[in-house]
C-alpha cells in the first residue's frame, strides 16, 4: 500500500485547509485508517481516525469541534478537513493506514501545515 498526501500549506490563524491522502496498491487489506502529526520537538500524536467504511471516527481532543475526517472509498482517498487553525496546529501531517489482518502499517511521506499568528 503506498500512501499520498497533499493539501498542505502555510495559512493565517482562524484560516482552513483541506488535506488529502491517495492510497494505492493493496488497498483492500485496509482497515481503519487516521492523520497523525508531529511538530518540532513532540512526539508523532493521532489527530484523527476512521474505520473502513467511514461509520466510526475519533478525534484528539485538541481538534474536536474543528477538524473533520473523512474518506471515500470509491478513490482510495481519505480527507482531514480543518477549519479555525491555531498556531498550535504547526506540524507535519502523516496519512496512516492499517490492515490489520496482515499486521501491517503503513505510512505517508507527510506535508508540512504551518499556521501563521
Known amino acids: 500500500v503506498q500512501l499520498v498526501e497533499s493539501g498542505g500549506g502555510l495559512v493565517q490563524a482562524g484560516g482552513s485547509l483541506r488535506l488529502s491522502c491517495a492510497a494505492s496498491g493493496s488497498t483492500f487489506s485496509i482497515n481503519a485508517m487516521g492523520w497523525y502529526r508531529q511538530a518540532p520537538g513532540k512526539q508523532r500524536e493521532l489527530v484523527a481516525g476512521i474505520t473502513s467504511g467511514g461509520g466510526s471516527t475519533n478525534y484528539a481532543d485538541s481538534v474536536k469541534g474543528r477538524f473533520t475526517i473523512s474518506r471515500d472509498n470509491s478513490n482510495n482517498t481519505m480527507y482531514l478537513q480543518m477549519n479555525s487553525l491555531k498556531p498550535e496546529d504547526t506540524a507535519v501531517y502523516y496519512c496512516?493506514?492499517?490492515?490489520?489482518?496482515?499486521?501491517?502499517?503503513?505510512w505517508g511521506q507527510g506535508t508540512q501545515v504551518t499556521v501563521s499568528s
Open positions: 496512516h493506514a492499517a490492515a490489520y489482518g496482515l499486521g501491517y502499517r503503513y
